[in-house]
């Protein structure tokens, strides 16, 4: 199995800006497809924000909004989401998910691995 460790997370103000990592126990370049960031905001279905694919083209979803941007990191295995002018709608626990199976990088069914999630909180 793949493990997935979100850090990053935590409690900023509006305007401000977070940067989460993802790292991942395996060899993303070779073992992993897209790697994905969802998240989940308080009363609400999980959703896609960030995918990045196995040669680093990055998708986003309307959520993101050119606020924020995956990258990643294959020399260590990790995958970033740098977030900026965060609003208080952006609230959520943030997930990283890997082992695509096909079909839309947005649907959490297509994803067979998942972090613990981290906190994201914008007052």
């Known amino acids: 199995d793949v493990q997935l460790v979100e850090s990053g997370g935590g409690s900023v103000e509006a305007g401000g800006s977070l940067t989460l990592s993802c790292a991942a126990s395996t060899d993303i370049s070779y073992s992993l497809l897209s790697m994905a960031w969802f998240r989940q905001r308080p009363g609400k279905e999980r959703e896609g924000v960030a995918a990045i694919d196995k040669g680093g083209s990055p998708s986003y979803t309307a959520s993101a909004n050119g606020r924020f941007t995956i990258s990643k990191d294959n020399a260590k295995n990790t995958v970033y989401l740098q977030m900026t002018s965060l609003k208080p709608e952006d609230t959520a626990i943030y997930y990283c998910?890997?082992?695509?199976?096909?079909?839309?990088?947005?649907?959490?069914?297509?994803?067979?691995?998942w972090g613990r999630g981290t906190q994201v909180t914008v007052s």
């Open positions: 998910a890997a082992g695509f199976a096909g079909g839309s990088v947005f649907r959490a069914a297509n994803y067979g691995y």
